[in-house]
T-cell receptor
Framework: NAGVTQTPKFRILKIGQSMTLQCTQDMNHNYMYWYRQDPGMGLKLIYYSVGAGITDKGEVPNGYNVSRSTTEDFPLRLELAAPSQTSVYFC????????????FGQGTRLTVV | KQEVTQIPAALSVPEGENLVLNCSFTDSAIYNLQWFRQDPGKGLTSLLLIQSSQREQTSGRLNASLDKSSGRSTLYIAASQPGDSATYLCAVPVFSGGYNKLIFGAGTRLAVHP
């Protein structure tokens, strides 16, 4: 059982470039999330989805976009990379809201230079 | 606004010690509390999930307790080993602005030396 899988694991982007961080889960979870983790800080929610076709902004959505065409996949798009987007990105999923357990992918370490 | 704090920020101990990691939260109206482990350069691994109706959960050498009224959770690690070295994060879910998210503490970085 693979759980939550993220690709790529590492990436270096130049300012202004774009890229898509891939996330897929095989647990048939309804909820999926994208977080970013900066050094010494907790994780902050970028976008979330409660099911296929439904997405919404989290705490720090600026500069990012998402889509959820299937239950399994939740890609995160960076259109014009900026140095402030240098971070570690985590995708997570859970079956539902509130009292259910969240499972995280291994993370994507992104550097924008 | 829910805030999660973890103390200490870092801890270095010799192998074999019993450890207590602390997590506090400001709003006691939580559904559950989850403890994660994060190895350097890696993702988060779920260790224990305590529902709001529970007082504690155990998994092997790990025991997590929850006291909602005081806004605290502790993660107890028995007979620590070098393989326990990692950052330990606690998180609580909140509903805010129509969405559900996890609020994380900044973590406790644990080093267990032989």
């Amino acid at each position: 059982n693979a759980g939550v899988t993220q690709t790529p694991k590492f990436r270096i982007l130049k300012i202004g470039q774009s890229m898509t961080l891939q996330c897929t889960q095989d647990m048939n979870h309804n909820y999926m999330y994208w977080y970013r983790q900066d050094p010494g800080m907790g994780l902050k929610l970028i976008y979330y989805s409660v099911g296929a076709g439904i997405t919404d902004k989290g705490e720090v959505p600026n500069g990012y976009n998402v889509s959820r065409s299937t239950t399994e996949d939740f890609p995160l798009r960076l259109e014009l990379a900026a140095p402030s987007q240098t971070s570690v990105y985590f995708c997570a999923s859970s079956y539902g809201t509130g009292s259910t357990e969240a499972f995280f992918g291994q993370g994507t370490r992104l550097t924008v230079v | 606004k829910q805030e999660v704090t973890q103390i200490p920020a870092a801890l270095s101990v010799p192998e074999g010690e019993n450890l207590v990691l602390n997590c506090s939260f400001t709003d006691s109206a939580i559904y559950n509390l989850q403890w994660f482990r994060q190895d350097p350069g890696k993702g988060l691994t779920s260790l224990l999930l305590i529902q709001s109706s529970q007082r504690e959960q155990t998994s092997g050498r790990l025991n997590a307790s929850l006291d909602k009224s005081s806004g605290r959770s502790t993660l107890y690690i028995a007979a620590s080993q070098p393989g326990d070295s990692a950052t330990y994060l606690c998180a609580v879910p909140v509903f805010s602005g129509g969405y559900n998210k996890l609020i994380f503490g900044a973590g406790t970085r644990l080093a267990v030396h032989p």
